[in-house]
C-alpha cells in the first residue's frame, strides 16, 4: 500500500511540474511573438490604456 502512495504521490508532482512547464512555455512564446511583432513593425513597445485615467502607456512586462 504504501508504494501506491509514493507513485501517486510521484505521479502528482509530475502533472505539477508538467503543467508548470506548460504555463511558462505559452507565456515565453507570447512574449516573443510580441517582441517580434514591435521588431518587424520598429516600435519601441507596445501600448496598452489605463483603464482607469484612459491614458495609453508603455506596456510593462
Known amino acids: 500500500m504504501p508504494q ?4 501517486l504521490l510521484i505521479a502528482a ?3 505539477y511540474v508538467y ?3 506548460k ?3 505559452v507565456r515565453v512564446s507570447k512574449k516573443v511573438r510580441r517582441e ?8 519601441h513597445g507596445t ?3 489605463d483603464p482607469e485615467t ?3 502607456r508603455v506596456r510593462k512586462d
Open 4 to 7: 501506491i502512495l509514493f507513485l
Open 13 to 15: 508532482a509530475a502533472w
Open 19 to 21: 503543467r508548470s512547464f
Open 23 to 25: 504555463r511558462e512555455a
Open 36 to 43: 517580434e511583432k514591435e521588431a518587424q513593425n520598429r516600435a
Open 47 to 49: 501600448l496598452e490604456q
Open 54 to 56: 484612459g491614458e495609453y
